[in-house]
């Protein structure tokens, strides 16, 4: 059974840095794909960021692309921070390939970490 905690979040200022990570056990995702969703206080669920094996992209909402930067081991480099992107973070995972159109959806994902809020206020 695989596990995932996510670190790094806190509070930080409109045009800060962040850098979340995601610690992996349990069962090896390096084959499937991983990534990103946050979910903001009143809305739902939404995606940020994700890879997967086999494909040399990374995928990012358009809300996030040029800001923010997702490596191979799951950390996601967050700069130029604004209130908007206040939420929790949720790592996620699923240890098999996930076909491009269905990375930027949440059931696709079988493994979620408990989150770690991030708040850009000043």
């Known amino acids: 059974q695989g596990h995932l905690v996510e670190s790094g979040g806190g509070l930080v200022q409109p045009g800060g840095s962040l850098r979340l990570s995601c610690q992996t056990s349990?069962?090896?995702?390096?084959?499937?794909?991983m990534g990103w969703f946050r979910q903001a206080p009143g809305k739902e669920r939404e995606f940020v960021a994700s890879w997967r094996w086999g494909d040399t992209n990374t995928y990012y909402a358009d809300s996030v692309k040029g800001r923010f930067t997702l490596s191979r081991d799951n950390d996601l480099q967050m700069n130029s921070l604004k209130p908007e992107d206040t939420a929790i973070y949720y790592c996620?995972?699923?240890?098999?390939?996930?076909?491009?159109?269905?990375?930027?959806?949440?059931?696709?994902?079988?493994?979620w970490g408990q989150g770690t809020q991030v708040t850009v206020s000043s």
């Open positions: 996620v995972a699923h240890s098999r390939r996930v076909i491009t159109s269905a990375l930027r959806i949440g059931t696709s994902y079988d493994y």
């Open positions: 349990g069962r090896d995702f390096s084959r499937g794909a």
